[in-house]
C-alpha cells in the first residue's frame, strides 16, 4: 500500500510541479504528517524531493529529475487496454502511436503471450440514426494541443454558411471534448480571459502558430466541461406544454424525447383507470412542441397552454385540406377519449 502511495506521490509532483503538502494529503487521502514522512522515505531511497515550508513553499522534485515506471501490475495494464483503439483516438490521428503504446503495455506487463484480447469494450459514441460530424481540422487541432501552440482559427457561426465565417482569430486551445460523437474545442483568447467553446466542425481553417499556449492557472478541462454543460443546459429556452398521454404515446416517449421524456414521465402524475397519465414536457419553443406533438395524433391531448392545442387542431386542418377527407364529412365522436382532468 505505502509503495504504491509513494509511486503515485511521486508522479504527482512529476505532473503539477510543486504542490503542498495539504494538496498532496487530499489526493491521497493520508493526513500532511503522512505525506511529510512519505517525502523523507522517498529521499532516503535517492529520489530528490525537497519540501519547502511558508508562504510560497510546497513539495517539488529537484529540477530536471524524471521518474520512469518501469512496469505495471497486470490488473493496471488491463484497465489500459480494456478500450483497445477507440474510434476517437483514430479521429486525432493517434490510432498507430497508441497500439504500439499497447504493445508495450501488454510486454512491460507479461501480457504479450496467452493475455486476453486488447479489446474488451467498444465505444460506440453517437446516437442512433445520426452520422457522423466532418472535422476536417481536428488533427492540426490535436496537434497544437500536444505541442501546446496558440492557433489561428476561421469559425462558422452557423453549419455550411460561408456567409458567417468569421475573421481569423488566435486562441490557446485548453482541450477537446468529444459529446455524443460530436467534437468541441475549449479554447481561450488570452492566458487569463474568458473560456470559449467551439464546436469542432464549424471550424474552417486552423493554423498552427509559433507561440507557446498559456494555460490558466489550475485549469481542469473535465471540471470545466460540467459546469459549463450544466449552464448551456440552465440557459436553452423552455416551453412548457401540459398534456394527457395514453400508455402508447408514453411508451414512444422515451424513443422521441429522449432522457427528458424519461423524466417527465418520472414525474408524472399517477395514471387514472384507462392508464392515461398528465403530463408536462418542455420544448425550445412553441412551434417545436406542436411539430413534435402532432405525431402523437389522438395519443395525446394537450391541457396547456391554449396556443398548442389550437396550432395542432390548425395542423389536423391543414393536413385534411392537403390530403382530402377519406371519410365523412362529421368527425367520429370522441367516445373513446378520457375525461379532461381539472387543473
Not at 108 to 128: F, K
Amino acid at each position: 500500500m505505502r509503495a504504491d502511495r509513494l509511486v503515485r506521490l511521486v508522479l504527482l509532483l512529476q505532473a503539477r510541479g510543486q504542490m503542498t503538502a495539504r494538496s498532496l494529503a487530499g489526493e491521497l487521502e493520508v493526513s500532511p504528517r503522512t505525506i511529510y514522512r512519505d517525502l523523507e522515505a522517498l529521499s532516503a531511497a535517492g529520489v530528490p524531493v525537497r519540501a519547502e515550508s511558508g508562504p510560497g513553499g510546497g513539495c517539488q522534485l529537484m529540477d530536471g529529475y524524471s521518474f520512469a515506471l518501469r512496469a505495471l501490475r497486470p490488473e493496471e495494464a488491463e484497465a489500459l487496454l480494456i478500450l483497445g483503439v477507440p474510434a476517437a483516438v483514430r479521429e486525432l490521428g493517434l490510432d498507430a502511436a497508441a497500439a504500439a503504446a499497447q504493445r508495450q503495455i501488454r510486454v512491460t506487463a507479461g501480457l504479450e503471450a496467452g493475455g486476453h484480447p486488447a479489446q474488451l469494450v467498444h465505444l460506440d459514441m453517437p446516437r442512433w440514426f445520426r452520422g457522423g460530424e466532418d472535422v476536417p481540422c481536428l488533427r492540426t487541432i490535436a496537434e497544437a494541443l500536444r505541442r501546446q501552440r496558440r492557433l489561428a482559427l476561421r469559425y462558422r457561426r452557423a453549419a455550411d454558411d460561408q456567409k458567417t465565417l468569421g475573421p481569423e482569430r488566435p486562441v490557446n486551445p485548453l482541450g477537446l471534448v468529444n459529446k455524443a460523437g460530436t467534437w468541441y474545442l475549449v479554447a481561450s483568447a488570452d492566458g487569463g480571459g474568458k473560456v470559449t467553446v467551439y464546436r469542432a466542425g464549424r471550424i474552417a481553417t486552423a493554423r498552427i502558430l509559433a507561440d507557446r499556449s498559456e494555460r490558466p492557472a489550475g485549469f481542469d478541462i473535465g471540471a470545466f466541461w460540467k459546469s459549463w454543460s450544466a449552464e448551456f443546459e440552465a440557459s436553452r429556452p423552455r416551453f412548457l406544454v401540459s398534456l394527457m398521454a395514453s400508455p402508447a404515446a408514453q411508451g414512444a416517449f422515451g424513443e422521441v424525447f429522449g432522457e427528458g421524456g424519461a423524466q417527465a414521465l418520472a414525474d408524472a402524475a399517477p395514471a387514472d383507470e384507462r392508464g392515461w397519465r398528465e403530463v408536462t414536457l418542455s420544448f425550445e419553443h412553441e412551434l417545436a412542441a406542436v411539430h413534435r406533438l402532432a405525431g402523437f395524433g389522438g395519443e395525446v391531448e394537450v391541457l396547456a397552454p391554449a396556443s398548442v392545442s389550437e396550432r395542432l387542431v390548425s395542423t389536423a386542418r391543414e393536413i385534411l385540406d392537403r390530403y382530402g377527407d377519406p371519410g365523412s364529412a362529421s368527425p367520429a365522436p370522441p367516445a373513446a377519449r378520457p375525461a379532461r382532468r381539472r387543473r
